[in-house]
Structures are given as C-alpha cells and as structure tokens.
C-alpha cells in the first residue's frame, strides 16, 4: 500500500470543511432490501412468468434449486460470498449451479436469466492464494455450458472453453474444476458458451486474497455491469432497482466494477473522487486519482474512495442513454446504470492530518481503520499509516 495520498488527503480535508458547515444531510432513502431470487422460469415463455417478487426458493420442476444451494452472506450491494465445503486435504470445493430464471431487474420488470445459484452475479467465490480450488458445476438448462475462470493461471484443461480445452458440460451434466489460486487480485468466472449466457447473467466474481492480506478497507463492494440481454444492470438491477452502497464519513470504500457486456461505460462518482489501484487484478505501480473511469467489456477495476460527507451520492455510467429512461418526456428519471453511495454521518475522521499539520477544526485525525469486510487477521491486514509526501518546491 505505497498509495500516494498526501495531496488528495489535503482536498479531501479541504472538502470535508466545505461539506460540514453546510446543513447536515439527512439519510432518508428506505430502500427495499434487494430480494435474492425471484423466482424460476422453469422454461416458461416471458407472458406466463410467475408473479411478485418472493425470496422464497422456489423449488419447482426446473427451477435449478438443488439442496446445495447456498445463498451465503449478502455483502449489501446485491452480492453474496459463496458457501464452501473443505476437503480433507484443505481443497475448498464450490458448487455452482446453473439454470433459467425469472429476475425482476426492477420491481415488476421481468426477464428471462441464467444464473449461478440462482443470483445475478454468481455468488462470489473468495479465495486465498494458495488455495486448491475445486468448483463442481452443474448445468440444468437446456443449452451446454462451460465456465471460464477469467484471469487465472491454471492447467489447461481447466480453462473452461468447449470445443478447445473441454467438451461442452450438456444439460444435466457435472464437470469438476480444480486449479490452484496463484493469480491475486480481483478476476471473475462466466459461462464460455456464448455471449447470450453471459449476458443473461452466467458471471460472479473471482477473487484471490493476496496470502500477505487484502487491502485494509472498511467496505468491499463489487458491481458487475451489464448491457445486452438483461438491460443496463448493476448486479442484475436497473435503477431504481439497484442496491444502494452504505458508507459512512470516514470510511475507506473498495469497489471492484466488472464490466460484462458489450460496450464501455464511463462511470462517474460524485461527491468524492477516488484512486483507481489496481486492473485485471494487477495492482497498479501508482494509483491514479481520478472521478470517472473508462470501463470496457471483461476488465476487471479495484477503485478506492475515502467518503467525505453525508448523502447520496451519485455513482453511474455518465452515456445518457445508459443512465435515462428512454421516451421523450421522461425529463430527468433515471435508469440503468445507476447506483448510489449513500454516506451516513460519522465522527470517524475524514482525513488524517497532512505533515503533522492537523485537518481543518471539527476534523479530528487519524487513521482509517480497517473494518467489518477485514477483520485483522486472516485476509485483514494492517491499516496503512498516512504516506507523507515531501513538501513541493516553491514555484518561480
Ligand atoms: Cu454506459
């Protein structure tokens, strides 16, 4: 963590002041919890599809909603970790099941999706480096499959593409993954079959622990941005339907973004702006400070933010007509990929102090620590101590 933040420490101190003396901002968004499954399509054609929205696993014929279902811990962005059983000889073995759905990507807007345990993404599988992996895949649609393990170094035969490296996995059949997590950083898997898997929602996300810790942050968001099949979906929703991301003042944010579509989005956040650190799961040699950034089909983005002040704030792509609903008198409603930081109020520090030079009056100082996404130990890491940057040169 050589993140150079002296300078974004000062404006983001600068801000902080800014932001406080004006009126407090009031939280008042009740939004309704993002329900984890909607229900199965068990094949039916989009005019017969089920009814409201229920978080009760349907069990019906073809619903692809065995009894390994695990629907793991929701990580409050619409995402769940998966579950994982662990072999004698410490392997951790994943099952990933695939099959049709109905998703709702908005309360009442249906579509048809193939999903991996029935979500949209995939439950995400989070590893440490090192492990041996094993992730058994069973496929109950009524296409083939295979499941590319995007971005890791793995055996050959492993790599999960049909026709090349495997025979498809047919409906109904199982096929066993194994590999050993040797590339770190955030990557994630999808169905190699075609692009109409991928953009029903065959994705989840990848991520191997670096074995010396993950980075210290107080949260851990991961958003999978679609753009053909399901609409322009964050996570499977559309706004208003996407889940908003809880932060408070203080807070240091991770949000890894995986673009899985077709197209680039140039995705903005307000309020703050943020580091871009790391690409493909690579970290970068400099993190690069940045409002916007330029996301593009099967990349992978690990961007860092420091929230500065309570509200809502804005977090989407900046193309109109990926962020509008269409029609032309829909004036300024929103839809697509849009999402919200939404920032509570916090005596946590924003800022530490910059050279010994204490943040403004009403900023107390201090590290960020790390929080409930990364206990110490384990993955957790320690809290990096502000990185001093030597004071400029004067200009002449
Ligand atoms: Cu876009």
Sequence with gaps: MTMRRSRLHLLLALALVVNLTGVGTALQRTSARRPMVVSTAAFAPPGQLPGPISAVPDAGPGSGRPESFLPGTARGDGTTFADYDIDKDGTKIFKLDAAPYTWNVAPGVKKQAFAFNGTVPGPTIRIIEGDKVRVVVTNRM????????????????????????????EPGQTMTYEFVATASGTHWYHSHWDGDQVGKGLYGSLEVVPHTGDRAVDRDYRLFIGDTNLGFVINGRTYPGTEPLGAKVGEKIRIRLTPTGELSHPFHLHGQPFQLVAQD?????QP????????????????ITVALAPGRWMFHCHIFSHMHAPG??????????????????????AAPSLNGVPAAPGVPAGPVMPGPDNPSGGDGGAPSPPNPAPPEAPHH
């Design 288 to 303: 690069i400070t940045m409002d916007t950034l330029l996301i593009s089909t099967a990349q992978t983005f690990d961007i």
């Design 281 to 285: 799961g690579f970290d970068l040699p």
């Design 328 to 349: 032309a008198h829909a004036g300024h409603k929103m839809s697509g990929l849009v999402t919200t930081l939404d920032i509570e109020p916090s005596p946590v520090p």
């Design 142 to 169: 009524p296409v083939g499959t295979a499941v590319h393990w995007h971005g890791m170094v793995l055996p050959h035969k492993m790599d999960g593409v049909p026709g090349v490296t495997q025979a498809p996995i």
